[in-house]
């Protein structure tokens, strides 16, 4: 009646244990349907692989150095060069680091060491904070322009930018730093408060080094993403046509992905080969931050 | 002595007792202090948002009534004579973000549920970090990206009539709901992820097959989840300012047809916004006032997603 592949007695161990009880007629729909699934990945990906390429055909006549030893020129895209705008990304992401980071990581450290859930303070700090991870990114622009150019009075210049950038990426370090510091386990916690340690000193010599590589990973993630954000900068000055590097932090700027805005909007090819390069190079540095920030994640994360 | 040992035993809980330090250590409350005020710029920022909102918002509207910003049909505030309908651009917003969602809401969920349910964890470890890399691109690179090669290759495929224009909302919306994508799939994976395994292993014993326990069971049991995926999916697509503004154009019109350019809430912001305007101008304030508008609706969105969110958080975990 029924030979024993039929019954679905496996001769030896298959991969998938949950294999050899269901039925060994492949369903059709069930194909279909696995299909259907790994389609909408692939389309992803495939995506990526197609905008990748793109940008790397397109932008690489003018992949050379022209793009990062010349300035910006209206009239002669020939000699056109990023230098201004990728300066400019170099000083708000390290002025984003300095501000971003010691708020973030200090607020993670309270919210996940000190702070009483029972307080409705503390709930509201935790439900803000998830609120702000979507408010959409030009409304920062609003709150540079509204409070940090205009009330603070530091005008459209690099340290505003920075400001209204660090608050964007803020929830992004929060969210992550708190994640690394409650992976470190309960066991260490206690060792160090039972030999004496104050809880400062606990934190800062035993949970603060144990979450460290975590930490890395989320702000260099999140310093990924404040150098790429063009929509509030739009509000906060960085189109106007810059020709030199920011030399302080009152100095005008502009910043890669709104330099590659600004070509996109010429009309003449050579521009739109300028921003195709120019987002080669952005490109490039994200990735770069995102494979450091994976190299981190993979080299030091302990597990316990 | 007693009134500290009662007072430390009610209010922690923990049976510390006497053991609790009378003097207190102010190295520790410094720090404490310091810790709090790091929380608080969080709060301080939404006070920031709502603060610099409502004052240029309440001076519009005292030369604009709601009436003529809500049901007016053309919006053309930097002309004379200026028009303050806002219906433009929330028509140009809804149609984008339609497009958007039609192509992140299924892509994103079947990518989910292919993740969460058949991926080996070999395969996992290959699209995981592509769909990082993929949320990772900056905003004006797919605006490029749908700019340069996805209208021309919508209008070189187009079969009846003309086909897009140069500006059109169909490309952005398109791209950018390849953007929401990673937003959507992440979220609804976790969801699926918090549906304990039994359940999947009671439908298994009743011989279901694995597509009837992914669609029959774990969607059903990770659903609020999954709306709060497409809730934050939505809210994403509404907020997004450059591939709207690079590949939609900034022709505001009471239009539904995403073959022609439009214009939504977040492009009119990013168009009047960077050119230099005065504070004391009456455009600054109908800057803010549609950005308020922006604000209000992502924020209803966001908190009914962080709501969902919770629900299934409250039953599995």
């Known amino acids: 009646m029924s030979t024993p592949a039929d019954v679905g007695i496996p001769s030896q161990p298959r991969e998938d244990r949950r294999s050899w009880l269901g039925p060994t007629r492949r369903r059709p729909l069930e194909m279909l349907f696995q299909g259907v699934l790994l389609a909408s990945l692939v389309i992803g990906v495939v995506f990526l692989a197609t905008l990748l390429i793109y940008v790397l055909v397109r932008g690489w006549p003018r992949l050379d150095a022209r793009l990062w030893e010349n300035f910006n020129s209206i009239r002669r895209p020939e000699r056109a060069g990023a230098q201004a705008a990728i300066f400019g990304t170099i000083w708000v992401m ?157 100095s ?32 490039a540095i994200l990735l770069l931050m995102n494979s450091v920030a994976i190299y981190i994640r993979n080299r030091y994360q302990k597990r316990w | 002595m007693t009134v500290t040992a009662e007072k430390a035993s009610t209010a922690s809980g923990a049976p510390r007792g006497s053991l609790r330090r009378s003097r207190p250590r102010y190295g520790e409350l410094v720090v404490r202090g310091i810790l709090l005020t790091a929380a608080l710029v969080s709060i301080l920022t939404t006070v920031g948002i709502v603060y610099s909102l409502i004052p240029p918002t309440v001076a519009f509207f005292q030369q604009v009534s709601f009436d003529e910003f809500f049901t007016g049909t053309s919006w053309a505030p930097l002309f004379k004579p200026a028009s303050y309908g806002v219906l433009p651009l929330l028509v140009g917003t809804l149609v984008i973000t339609v497009i958007a969602v039609l192509v992140a809401i299924p892509l994103g969920l079947f990518a989910a549920i292919y993740l969460s349910e058949y991926a080996r964890p070999r395969v996992r470890k290959t699209f995981k970090p592509m769909l990082e890399i993929l949320a990772g691109i900056p905003t004006v690179v797919y605006g490029f990206f749908a700019l340069a090669l996805v209208t021309p290759l919508l209008r070189g495929i187009w079969p009846v009539g003309d086909g897009p224009a140069i500006f059109n909302g169909l490309a952005a919306g398109l791209v950018m709901g390849v953007m929401i994508i990673p937003t959507v799939a992440s979220l609804a994976e976790d969801a699926m992820s918090a549906v304990p395994q039994s359940l999947r292993d009671g439908a298994y014993a009743l011989g279901s097959t694995r597509m009837i326990v992914s669609l029959r069971v774990v969607v059903p049991a990770a659903l609020s989840g999954i709306v709060a995926a497409f809730v934050l999916g939505v809210s994403r697509a509404i907020g997004e300012t450059m591939i709207v503004t690079i590949a939609a154009g900034i022709t505001p019109s009471v239009n539904w047809n995403p073959l022609q350019a439009m214009s939504t809430m977040t492009a009119f912001i990013a168009q009047a916004g960077s050119g230099d305007i005065p504070v004391a101008s009456f455009d600054y304030k109908t800057v803010f006032a549609v950005a308020a508008l922006l604000f209000a609706i992502t924020f209803v969105m966001n908190a009914m997603s962080i709501r969902l969110v919770r629900k299934y958080r409250e039953v599995y975990e």
């Open chain 1, 252 to 283: 005008a700027y502009t910043v890669l992905p709104i330099q590659i805005y600004d070509w996109i909007r010429q009309s003449r090819e050579e521009f739109q080969v300028l921003a195709a390069a120019a987002i080669a190079v952005l490109l």
């Open chain 1, 94 to 250: 390290l002025l984003t680091a300095l501000i971003c980071l010691p708020v973030g990581i200090l607020a993670a450290i309270h919210m996940e060491e000190y702070a009483d859930k029972t307080k409705w303070w503390n709930r509201a700090i935790e439900l803000n904070l998830q609120n702000l991870a979507a408010v959409p990114s030009i409304v920062y622009g609003i709150l540079g322009l509204g409070i940090v150019a205009r009330q603070f009075g530091l005008g459209t210049s690099i340290i505003t930018a920075a400001i209204t950038l660090s608050l964007l990426v803020l929830p992004v370090v929060v969210v992550a730093s708190r994640e690394a510091i409650r992976a470190v386990p309960g066991s260490i916690r206690d060792g160090s408060l039972a030999l004496g340690a104050t809880k400062w000193q606990t934190i800062r010599k035993q949970i603060l080094p144990a979450a460290i590589p975590g930490i890395a990973t989320g702000s260099i993630l999140a310093l990924s993403r404040a150098i790429g954000e063009a929509a509030p900068l739009l509000l906060l000055g960085a189109v106007t046509f810059v020709a030199f590097n920011p030399d302080s932090l009152t």
